[in-house]
């Protein structure tokens, strides 16, 4: 659905905040922004060949067993080499503005669409089995938010005080 530019959306509740948006259009940004998961099997300068050569047999089986429907997020926790093995392999949002090694930015940028990328990236780290869980946009929706803390009154505790001695 389109949204109408100058329409309120909310109010959203969360906690004791409650916020209101006012949706006011979009425009283009010169970067990109995109979210993935991904499992790391460490293969870096510091290991032997057959050690790296294992890594890349590990990644493989792994890939093919996703590829038949293993759990992303399963496999992450169980495989993965990284701190983003509790979170499923999930490495939130990012730009295409260096947060990640080149070759990990150029193989997940150069992918349209979502969903698991077809073959491993390999980086200076190891090979990586990616879950693009966002495509890639560079579309920036630019909203204005009001949101106010509601607390309760004074007047509104002494009733509720009321209340509850009128009950014992």
Do not use: C, W
Not at 14 to 27: F, L, R, W
Not at 120 to 138: A, C, E, M, R
Request: charged share 20%.
């Amino acid at each position: 659905s389109t949204a109408i530019v100058g329409s309120l959306i909310g109010p959203f509740k969360e906690a004791n905040t409650y916020s209101i948006y006012k949706y006011e259009g979009t425009s283009i940004d010169s970067l990109y922004t995109m979210r993935a998961s991904h499992i790391l099997f460490r293969a870096d300068s510091t290991m032997s060949d057959s050690a790296k050569a294992g890594a890349l047999r590990q990644a493989t089986d792994v890939l093919n067993k996703i590829k038949g429907g293993a759990d992303f997020a399963q496999m992450a926790s169980q495989y993965g080499t990284d701190g983003t093995k509790q979170q499923g392999g999930d490495l939130g949002v990012f730009k295409n503005n260096g947060m990640m090694v080149k070759s990990f930015e150029n193989a997940l940028f150069g992918f349209s669409g979502s969903g698991l990328m077809p073959s491993l990236v390999k980086t200076d780290f190891g090979y990586h089995i990616v879950k693009v869980t966002q495509p890639k946009s560079n579309t920036k929706y630019k909203l204005a938010t009001i949101s106010k803390e509601l607390q309760v009154g004074e007047a509104a505790a002494n009733q509720f005080v009321a209340k509850i001695n009128e009950l014992k």
